[in-house]
Nanobody, 125 residues
Framework: QLQPVESGGGKVKPGGSLRLSCAASGGTFDSYTIGWFRQAPGKEREGLACIGVNDDRTYYADSVKGRFTISRDNAQNTAYFEMNTLKPEDTGLYLC??????????????????RGQGTQVTVAS
């Protein structure tokens, strides 16, 4: 089973940017769909962005479309989440998830996959 480990979180002011990383080991990285999810206090976990095994398909939630970008580097067994124009409502625990034989849209919409421990993102002035 591929094990994802997130990093790159922190505190940033509104309008700022962060880049999250998801380093994975223990499996064949390029055979897994990768997704980023957010768990905010008092809210349900939300699938923000997911990417297919060959970068051929990506899915973005409306809340982040146009601001956030998911990408992957199969040679480095790492996925990334570039977050721009951050808003206070983007605050939460960001989790990377991995899943096999799953389409990106399905993974994000149904919340599928094995998740890491997460990295905290706080957007506040």
């Amino acid at each position: 089973q591929l094990q994802p480990v997130e990093s790159g979180g922190g505190k940033v002011k509104p309008g700022g940017s962060l880049r999250l990383s998801c380093a994975a080991s223990g499996g064949t990285f390029d055979s897994y769909t990768i997704g980023w999810f957010r768990q905010a206090p008092g809210k349900e976990r939300e699938g923000l962005a997911c990417i297919g095994v060959n970068d051929d398909r990506t899915y973005y939630a409306d809340s982040v479309k146009g601001r956030f970008t998911i990408s992957r580097d199969n040679a480095q067994n790492t996925a990334y989440f570039e977050m721009n124009t951050l808003k206070p409502e983007d605050t939460g625990l960001y989790l990377c998830a991995v899943a096999r034989f799953t389409k990106a849209e399905t993974m994000c919409q149904l919340g599928m996959g094995f998740r890491g421990q997460g990295t905290q993102v706080t957007v506040a002035s």
